[in-house]
């Protein structure tokens, strides 16, 4: 496991931030499309915890339904101990932030995909600061003036992953967060996030198929086994 410290330009994001939950996540009974079933679970607040299970066996799926943009066919998943229906949906998900595989950018500059997120989930967008150290923990190594039309794969994942990051969230999804990067590169933006969650007591739910990320990086793993039949 990595314990190296997160870069210093994030410590100010970790300022101010409220009291930490007693408990982040509990999923209790949960199925989705009464084809999957997922073992009860719980996640702690500042706990890194990876999903494994083959293809099919609903990885992405239970991402979706922690921050409610899918609906389960039974039981449920709290969040900070109230089920996640006694949420509004927007307020839940500026708190629970899921970074999908499809890395979606807008066109213009790096800095508008910013703001045009920011404003679509109506909150405040970030500083230049603030934004400067989210782009510096996501590895992108050139200036938010940058035009997202001449990015790569692997430079679009990461700048969409740097706009999710600066919404602060409590609950960090992550859906294949390295699946365009080279193993370096990969590394140092794990070891960025992994840092910053647990110095924020953020918990972190992420789905990967590297092996050597996991091993590097989890505090705890949870095997959702096979694929539905």
């Known amino acids: 496991m990595w314990h190296n ?19 982040a996540l509990r999923i209790s009974s949960l199925a989705f499309l009464d ?7 719980e996640v702690q607040p500042g706990e890194v915890v990876f999903l494994l299970g083959a293809s099919g ?3 992405s799926s239970l991402l979706r339904l922690i921050n409610g943009t899918i609906s389960p066919s039974g039981g449920s998943v709290f969040y900070n101990g109230k089920d996640i229906l006694e949420y509004d949906p927007l307020h839940l998900r500026s708190e629970i932030i899921l970074a999908g595989q499809s890395a979606y ?6 800095r508008e995909n910013f703001l045009q997120y920011h404003q679509y989930r109506e909150s405040v967008p970030p500083d230049e600061e603030t934004m400067g150290a989210c782009l510096a923990a996501c ?6 003036d940058m035009s997202c039309d001449t ?12 706009v999710a990051l600066s919404f602060r969230p409590k609950v960090f999804l992550l859906d294949e967060p390295t699946s365009a990067l080279d193993r370096p590169t990969a590394e140092e933006l794990m ?8 110095s924020g007591n953020i918990a972190a739910v992420i789905v990967s198929h590297d092996r050597h990320l996991i091993d590097m990086f989890a505090d705890r793993t949870l095997d959702l086994g096979g694929a539905a039949s």
């Open 5 to 23: 410290s997160f870069p210093d330009s994030l410590e100010n994001m970790l300022e101010n931030k409220e009291e930490t939950m007693k408990e």
């Open 35 to 41: 084809t999957i079933f997922y073992p009860d679970i």
């Open 57 to 59: 066996s609903g990885k």
């Open 105 to 110: 950018l807008f066109p213009g500059t790096v």
């Open 139 to 144: 590895r992108v190594p050139f200036s938010p």
């Open 151 to 162: 990015l790569s794969g692997g430079e679009k994942q990461r700048v969409f992953l740097s």
């Open 191 to 198: 070891k960025n996030l992994t840092e910053y969650c647990r």
